[in-house]
Structures are given as C-alpha cells and as structure tokens.
C-alpha cells in the first residue's frame, strides 16, 4: 500500500463482508485492525476480499498484535506530549 487510495481501497473491501463491523488501515504499519462479529465472517474471508482487491493479508501473531499495542501506546503518549506543549 502506498497511499490513502489504497487504504480506502482495502476499508471497503473488510467492510463489504457480512458480519465486519468496523475496519481502519494504518498506512505507515501496513496493518489493518478489523472488528468483527465472531461467526459471521472468517479470517479466510477476510484475507480473501483483501487479495481481491490486490494487496496481500499476511497471518499474524499474537506477538506482533502485543508489539504494535506497544509501538501506538509510545506514539499516543509522544502526540499527547507534543499537543500539550
């Protein structure tokens, strides 16, 4: 993914799925955070309308769901110091 179109691009093809309630890109991680309703849609299905849009949707581990909480937990406290100021 290289721009908002294509983020926009792969928020539309989560949310066009039965039983996705909310999606959000982050462009500069290249990750997506879906909400979903457990039983309604898989993550095959998920990874399937994103490849059908062109981009791929790699399996991730809780590892890296545990480090990208801690990666935007640093930034939220750097933007919340920087507005602060």
């Not at 791929?56 to 480090?67: G, H, K, Q």
């Amino acid at each position: 993914m290289t721009c908002a179109s294509c983020v926009s691009h792969v928020e539309k093809a989560l949310l066009g799925l039965d039983g996705v309630t909310g999606a959000v890109v982050n462009l500069g991680l290249g990750t997506a955070r879906v909400t979903f309703l457990p039983g309604a849609v898989t993550a095959s299905a998920m990874k399937d309308a994103v490849q059908d849009v062109g981009y791929t949707a790699p399996e991730r581990s809780e590892d890296a769901d545990s480090l990208d909480r801690e990666r935007q937990a640093r930034l939220d406290c750097a933007c919340a110091t920087i507005r602060s100021r």
